[in-house]
């Protein structure tokens, strides 16, 4: 045991929860060590960490006292405080405008309506709330039962999709860092998640990489993590996907024409072998606010 130091800014939060919630989450940061989850990903096509992810992984933290849970990462709800620099300059983050995403999200798409039963999702992370509201809108009217989430973080779009639909059942395949922020931020909505050492059926089921899946699914997504990821890990999760999904099941993925950290990685050229051509779209939302940066949306359906 030696003491470390943080280097980058993030966001902290903290979270209250009852014996339920909080023990299935240590007993997670116990067969993470136990298990060496970390060195079994290393080895694994879909687990092997980027370099543009392992600084933030190896900054997420998850602490645990008699009254709570407290989660530093690099997820921002409306509760979070952020971090400062040294310098005292807010990480960049902190300079979002969601007026003004919400004002362009009605611009190109007036006709939207946020459902009701969203609202607590809306005042939790509105930031991302509209980005995932246009990638629903982008697609074809879907009766999705069963949905694999690839790289879901926070977890925003898993909770679009279950507040309006409580009987469905999703899986997610993640790095166990960003199962912190989303089993908790899950649980404050009331979606119930087994943990990757649980074995139990539940509304949302969280799975490492190297851990056995049970197609088949109608949907599959991503948004914005395929683009953090070394090119053959993305090949390797859009055929997974294909193996798992249903004939004349979709899959959906939104991320940057050209990964910011990652030469080689871009989205045009992503192997759908096994799909029919995919859809590929401007997402004129995600584009206002990323200007210079360029982000398409890409559907493709197993035949």
Same mark, same amino acid.
């Given at each position: 045991m030696k003491f470390?130091n943080?280097?980058?800014?993030?966001?902290?939060?903290?979270?209250?929860?009852?014996?339920?919630?909080?023990?299935?989450?240590?007993?997670?940061?116990?067969?993470?060590?136990?298990e060496?989850?970390?060195?079994?990903?290393?080895d694994?096509?879909?687990?092997?960490?980027?370099?543009?992810?392992?600084?933030?992984a190896?900054?997420?933290?998850?602490g645990?006292?008699?009254?709570?849970?407290? @989660?530093r990462?690099?997820?921002?709800?409306s +509760?979070?405080?952020?971090?400062?620099t040294?310098s005292? @300059?807010p990480?960049?983050?902190?300079?979002?405008?969601?007026g003004?995403?919400?004002?362009?999200? +009605?611009?190109?798409?007036?006709?939207?309506?946020?459902?009701?039963?969203?609202?607590?999702?809306?005042?939790?992370?509105?930031?991302i709330?509209?980005?995932?509201?246009?990638?629903?809108?982008?697609?074809?009217?879907?009766?999705?039962?069963?949905? =694999?989430?690839?790289?879901?973080?926070?977890?925003?779009h898993?909770?679009?999709?279950?507040?309006?639909?409580?009987?469905?059942?999703?899986?997610?395949?993640?790095?166990?860092q960003?199962?912190?922020s989303?089993y908790?931020?899950?649980?404050?909505l009331?979606?119930?998640?087994a943990l990757?050492h649980?074995?139990?059926?539940?509304?949302?089921?969280?799975?490492?990489?190297?851990?056995?899946?049970d197609?088949?699914?109608?949907?599959?997504?991503?948004?914005s993590?395929f683009?953090?990821?070394?090119?053959?890990?993305?090949d390797?999760?859009?055929?997974?996907?294909?193996?798992?999904?249903?004939?004349g099941?979709?899959?959906?993925?939104i991320?940057?024409?050209?990964?910011?950290?990652?030469?080689g990685?871009?989205?045009a050229?992503y192997?759908?072998?096994?799909y029919?051509?995919?859809?590929?779209?401007?997402?004129?939302?995600?584009?206002? =606010?990323?200007?210079?940066?360029?982000?398409?949306?890409v559907l493709?359906?197993?035949?």
């Amino acid at each position: 045991m030696k003491f470390t130091n943080f280097s980058k800014p993030m966001f902290r939060v903290a979270f209250k929860g009852d014996q339920s919630e909080i023990l299935p989450l240590i007993d997670f940061v116990r067969f993470i060590h136990t298990e060496r989850v970390d060195e079994r990903l290393a080895d694994h096509p879909l687990g092997p960490a980027s370099e543009t992810w392992v600084p933030w992984a190896s900054e997420t933290y998850v602490g645990f006292s008699g009254y709570g849970v407290m @989660l530093r990462s690099g997820d921002r709800f409306s +509760a979070s405080e952020i971090e400062e620099t040294p310098s005292g @300059l807010p990480w960049k983050r902190d300079r979002i405008d969601v007026g003004e995403i919400k004002r362009q999200f +009605a611009r190109l798409y007036p006709d939207y309506a946020a459902p009701p039963a969203h609202r607590p999702l809306i005042d939790a992370h509105p930031a991302i709330y509209w980005r995932v509201a246009e990638a629903a809108a982008m697609e074809p009217v879907l009766s999705i039962n069963r949905m =694999l989430e690839i790289g879901a973080g926070n977890c925003v779009h898993v909770a679009f999709r279950h507040l309006l639909n409580p009987s469905m059942r999703t899986v997610i395949i993640d790095l166990p860092q960003m199962m912190f922020s989303g089993y908790l931020f899950l649980r404050t909505l009331g979606i119930d998640v087994a943990l990757p050492h649980e074995d139990r059926e539940a509304a949302v089921t969280m799975r490492l990489p190297f851990q056995e899946i049970d197609g088949p699914f109608d949907f599959a997504f991503n948004k914005s993590s395929f683009q953090e990821m070394r090119r053959s890990t993305v090949d390797a999760y859009i055929a997974k996907a294909r193996e798992l999904l249903r004939p004349g099941g979709w899959f959906h993925h939104i991320n940057l024409t050209q990964s910011r950290q990652i030469e080689g990685n871009r989205a045009a050229e992503y192997d759908f072998a096994g799909y029919e051509t995919p859809r590929i779209r401007h997402a004129p939302l995600h584009n206002a =606010l990323a200007k210079p940066r360029t982000l398409i949306s890409v559907l493709a359906r197993r035949p």
